[in-house]
Structure formats: C-alpha cells, structure tokens
C-alpha cells in the first residue's frame, strides 16, 4: 500500500501521509480495536481515534502537519467521512483491516482471555498447593 492517500475538503485534493505506527504503539493500537469496535464510551472511542490518527499527517507545501488535535482534525478533514477514510487508511497502512479484524478478534477475544486466566489461575493454585501436597504426601509416608 503506498504510503499516502487523497482526500476532498472544500472541492480541493489533501495529501494526507501514513505512517507505520511504533511496535510498542502496533501492539497496543491492534488489541486496542477489538475493544474501540464494541465500546460505546465516547471518550475512549475518541481516545482511540485520536491515537490512530495521530499516525497521519496532512501535507502542506513544504511541511507535514500530523493530525494530533480535535480542532487540527477538524480544520483538515472537515467531514466525519473523510475522518472514516483516514482512519481506516492509517489502519490498513498499518495492517489492520477494520472489517476482517474485528470480525476475527471479537468472537475469540473474550474467549481467549478467559482461556489464559483460567491457565495462569490454574499455574498459581498449583504453585500454592504443590509444598501442601508435597508435604501431606511425606506424611503418609
């Protein structure tokens, strides 16, 4: 995918450039959607776009101007559909197909989780028991 995109806002083209996100962002950023998709906190849906689109930057003459504000996303993509496509764009610069990855993730997100808690509370109950076992076993002996 190249690494920009345009877009119309007041009858005119916008360049607006993608970037890769940070590894550390990338990981947070993807587990991240699955809850942004299901979420109907306003604050932490906006919190997340605002992070996805932090990643993008309008191109100006000589300068690149990065989608870090309310009032700089709002001056520069104007519309709630033209947001959508960036957004989606940086995601999929990014690897993460909003369609396919909220489709996958959703249905195994919670079930996975419940998986890994149950293995790590299992772990910990034995590392409890095991001196109890160990010792109640010499016992008998």
């Known amino acids: ?26 990981w947070d950023l993807q587990r991240r959607f699955v809850e942004f998709i299901e979420s109907k906190d306003k604050f932490e849906r906006r919190q ?4 996805v689109l932090a990643y993008a930057k309008v191109q100006l003459k000589s300068t690149e101007l990065p989608l870090t504000t309310d009032a700089l996303i709002d001056n520069h993509l104007q519309t709630w559909e033209n947001l959508k496509i960036v957004f989606e764009s940086v995601l999929g610069y990014n690897g993460i197909d909003p369609k396919k990855h909220a489709e996958l993730d959703i249905r195994k997100y919670w079930s996975l989780a419940g998986e890994e808690m149950a293995t790590s509370f299992l772990a910990e109950i034995q590392t409890l028991m ?5 010792y109640s076993k010499n016992a008998k002996d």
């Open 48 to 51: 997340f776009t605002s992070d």
């Open 1 to 26: 995918m190249d690494n920009s995109i345009e877009i119309i806002v007041n009858n005119e083209k916008k360049t607006i450039n993608l970037y890769k996100f940070a590894a550390m962002d990338g």
């Open 130 to 134: 095991g001196p109890i076992l160990e």
